[in-house]
């Protein structure tokens, strides 16, 4: 720029987005913008140059970037300047996105706003920018790339060299200027073109450039550039495209580039554009040039930067919401992730189960079981390995916790050693306190968690948790297995009226919960089951506790057929399966009012005296019996053929039988063999 009539030259912007940025626009389109690849306005800033030589011209964005409001996060003395954001859901879309058109429209934008007169109250609209992105959140890998239009209604010509301020101004005068662009800029930090007079030197807002320039008042263009070179930042073309509206094409208008401290500014002389007569935009410049200074998209891999932990979350959750934006909109996956889990067992079903809930996001996951891992557990039961059965084996609750934390480093996994009170099961007057204790400690677990899963080895060592979850009314459910069946079923709530929805898992019997290990062989009290048969029904427990959850009733969902309201679909009471014939069946059973676990008279019993119930159901047989009122049943309508002849035919139960009463044999039958796998 030494001559006169020479074209001026300009600094182009240097997109400067920050890693807040990134991660902002991750959350925002997993949380808001799903897949809606729909323009979005977001805002950057820019700070004035100074005196450090060839620094570039950045425009910066981060975190605050979506707050179209406030001006949290926005640095001392910069400018705000409005941006769109075109966030494409596939790099295929990204690719195939018009470039030149949506520069075209952000330059149609600009345009609009200097013959509308917006321009002159909101300076900032003169530098509106464009960003498209692609977000590969898995990898968080992210594809970009900036336009900053810039209106050429004709090429801008330099009527004298670039010249320092001082030359013109004084030192008093710049400082001056400098402290009023400032106060311009505290009150409104998109004031970033002004005007100023001279005799005296006086700093005005944009908006007074109409009538300054109708009166024929001498004045000179100041704006705030972010360039530090010898030439001036990108901003001075547009601001010259709105000054050319006011005054005549050819005519000299001196521009100040303020920078700071003010004695670093610039002085140029430029010749006002003549515009278009058609009124049209003219040529659109400005997408940036890679790294490689060649016309194309950008990309930053923040996957190294960012907390592993927080990678696997955010891909976890990825998952999950795909799966909401394309299929199940209504589906509240903060209430599932957000739901604590009680696992009773943390053996073959307690393992799958857990690995289940990981899946649909749950984050808080205790295990209850006070047996040890044995060499026969690793190939059945997938959170151990060879190594945790070595020196008598770990405790398969500890272990169980440490692994699905090693899985899933963000879920809140505990272990709890607890042998459980049984019916059946005998205790003498001085292990009695140990086994209130015991109760006490699972008695807050139950009432410290929302769901509660029965996944023991026997059909006694449920009984106690499925009396504490009715006592506290909380969501639960049983899963057991046979050799080639499996059960699972959620036990029922109370509803508005007191009752029962539907029958817990002792509902079905007509005998209370006894020991079911005394006399057995070694090979009797293993489990015997067909490997998948543990796997379908744990997957099947997970899922039917995913539809109650979502059901609008939650554990009250009606457990008809009929019923499909919830967002998952069916919430059944019950499902029976078997390998044999690959059959599952839908079932249905009512709560008994003699049951031994869940019967109003036990919970009174319970509520009244919990020890002395304890006590009787693990030292007295036939005491559950006499207060669930089981044994005036039994005496009353039961003769002992009549005993024999039932437990004949419970095994050939017609099916309207068995959806009544629950298949009572079957349940037994499934009841007894998961275990701890010690064979």
């Known amino acids: 720029l030494s001559t006169m009539a020479e074209l001026a030259s300009f600094l182009s912007w240097s997109s400067a987005p920050d890693a807040a940025f990134w991660f902002a626009l991750s959350e925002r389109k997993l949380k808001q913008f799903q897949l809606d690849d729909s323009a979005r306005p977001i805002r950057g800033y820019f700070l004035p140059g100074g005196e450090q030589a060839d620094q570039p011209a950045r425009l910066c964005i981060g975190n605050f970037s979506f707050d179209q409001e406030g001006l949290v996060g926005l640095p001392r003395h910069a400018y ?4 769109t954001l075109i966030n494409s859901n596939t790099i295929e879309k990204f690719r195939a996105l018009d470039f030149s058109a949506l520069a075209e429209t952000a330059a149609a934008e600009i345009w609009s706003s200097v013959n509308d007169g917006r321009a002159l109250a909101d300076p900032s609209l003169l530098n509106r920018f464009v960003l498209a992105t692609f977000a590969d959140l898995k990898k968080h890998l992210f594809h970009y790339w900036f336009a900053f239009p810039a209106l050429r209604a004709a090429d801008l010509q330099a009527t004298a060299a670039p010249r320092p301020a001082s030359s013109v101004f004084s030192e008093a005068e710049l400082d001056a200027i400098g402290a009023a662009a400032l106060a311009l800029q505290a009150a409104d930090p998109r004031q970033c073109v002004f005007v100023i007079t001279h005799e005296p030197v006086a700093v005005h807002p944009l908006s007074a450039l109409p009538a300054l320039a109708a009166a024929g008042t001498k004045f000179t263009l100041g704006v705030v550039d972010p360039a530090s070179s010898a030439h001036p930042g990108w901003p001075v073309r547009t601001a010259m495209v709105l000054v050319a509206k006011h005054v005549p094409a050819g005519s ?16 140029l002389s430029l010749a006002a554009p003549a515009l278009p007569a058609d009124g049209t935009i003219g040529n659109v410049k400005g997408w940036e040039k890679n790294a490689k200074q060649v016309l194309a998209p950008r990309a930053v891999n923040l996957s190294a930067n960012m907390d592993p932990k927080r990678l696997a979350e955010t891909a976890v959750d990825l998952n999950l919401r795909l799966m909401k934006w394309r299929l199940l909109p209504e589906l509240d996956l903060a209430k599932l992730s957000s739901t604590r889990c009680l696992l009773i067992g943390a053996g073959t079903l307690g393992c799958n189960v857990a690995r289940g809930l990981l899946g649909w996001g749950v984050r808080r996951i205790t295990f209850v079981d006070n047996g040890k891992v044995s060499f026969s557990n690793p190939v059945r039961q997938s959170l151990f390995t060879f190594e945790d059965c070595l020196n008598g084996g770990r405790d398969k609750a500890i272990a169980a916790a440490e692994r699905i934390a090693a899985i899933f480093p963000s879920v809140d996994a505990k272990g709890v050693v607890l042998s459980l009170p049984m019916p059946g099961h005998p205790v003498d007057a001085s292990m009695l306190d140990e086994s209130m204790a015991t109760y006490a400690l699972l008695d807050a677990l139950v009432a410290d968690h929302d769901v509660v899963f029965l996944l023991t080895d026997s059909r006694e060592s449920r009984w106690l948790p499925a009396l504490l979850c009715a006592a506290r009314d909380k969501l639960c459910l049983t899963a057991a297995v046979g050799f080639d069946t499996f059960v699972t079923m959620r036990h029922g709530l109370r509803g508005p009226d007191g009752k029962r929805n539907v029958g817990c898992y002792f509902c079905s019997d007509v005998v209370a919960p006894v020991n079911s290990v005394k006399d057995r ?8 089951s067909r490997p998948g048969v543990s796997l379908t029904v744990s997957a099947m427990s997970v899922e039917l506790m995913a539809s109650t959850l979502s059901h609008p009733l939650g554990g009250l969902a009606p457990a008809t057929a009929e019923d499909a309201g919830g967002v998952l679909g069916l919430v059944p009471h019950q499902l029976r399966g078997s390998l044999n014939d690959f059959s599952t069946m839908v079932l249905s059973g009512q709560p008994f009012d003699k049951c031994t676990a869940c019967s109003a008279r036990i ?49 050939d139960e017609d099916e309207d039988e068995a959806e009544e009463s629950g298949a009572k044999e079957e349940s037994a039958q499934a009841g007894a063999a998961e275990g701890d796998d010690d064979m």
């Open 521 to 528: 062989t070694l090979d009797q009290q293993c489990t015997v």
């Open 603 to 651: 919970l009174a019993a319970h509520a009244a005296d919990p020890r002395a119930l304890l006590a009787g159901a693990m030292n007295t047989p036939g005491h559950l019996e006499q207060v669930s009122g089981l044994a005036d049943l039994q005496a009353t309508e039961l003769d002992d053929d009549a005993l024999l002849e039932l437990d004949d035919d419970d095994e």
């Open 252 to 267: 000299t208008v001196p521009v100040l580039c303020l920078r700071q401290p003010a004695r670093a500014s610039l002085l």
């Open 80 to 83: 705000l300047l409005p941006g």
